[in-house]
């Protein structure tokens, strides 16, 4: 499996995971591409996602620029996400990326998780 770390979506193809912190269920992340943001948006009004630690929604878009396999990833409250729970998120990512068969897995990578990239990373290869 390939793997890449992004701040924007280079592939379309494989799985792209969209981490979701509480606070973006009101005000989405500027990196969400657009129809990114139309889905969470659908899906916090229909109370199909609420962004609980380790929450994971998988669907499938139709965008040609983006993969066709999408999956929001909760990921709690912004202040309490540290290195810890990145490998947590990364070892969810990495089974389900696993079980989904996917060869390429992309993930947009918020400014706040940036300074987690590598336990992220960590988690999802002992994930896998």
Same mark, same amino acid.
């Given at each position: 499996?390939?793997?890449?770390?992004?701040?924007?979506?280079?592939?379309?193809?494989?799985?792209?995971?969209?981490?979701?912190?509480?606070?973006?269920?009101?005000?989405?992340?500027?990196?969400?591409?657009?129809?990114?943001?139309?889905?969470? =948006?659908?899906?916090?009004?229909?109370?199909?996602?609420?962004?609980?630690?380790?929450?994971?929604?998988?669907?499938?878009?139709?965008?040609?620029?983006?993969?066709?396999?999408?999956?929001?990833?909760?990921?709690?409250?912004?202040?309490?996400?540290?290195?810890?729970?990145?490998?947590?998120?990364?070892?969810?990512?990495?089974?389900?990326?696993?079980?989904?068969?996917? =060869?390429?897995?992309?993930?947009?990578?918020?400014?706040?998780?940036?300074?987690?990239?590598?336990?992220?990373?960590?988690?999802?290869?002992?994930?896998?």
């Amino acid at each position: 499996m390939k793997i890449t770390v992004n701040k924007k979506v280079k592939s379309t193809k494989g799985l792209m995971v969209v981490p979701v912190f509480k606070e973006n269920l009101k005000k989405p992340a500027k990196i969400y591409p657009q129809t990114i943001k139309k889905f969470l =948006e659908k899906r916090v009004k229909a109370k199909e996602f609420n962004a609980k630690k380790l929450e994971l929604l998988p669907t499938y878009i139709e965008d040609k620029k983006l993969p066709e396999k999408i999956a929001l990833l909760g990921c709690g409250k912004k202040d309490k996400f540290k290195g810890r729970k990145a490998r947590e998120l990364g070892g969810k990512l990495g089974k389900y990326a696993k079980s989904s068969d996917s =060869e390429i897995l992309t993930i947009l990578i918020l400014p706040e998780m940036a300074e987690y990239v590598e336990e992220l990373l960590e988690g999802i290869l002992m994930g896998k």
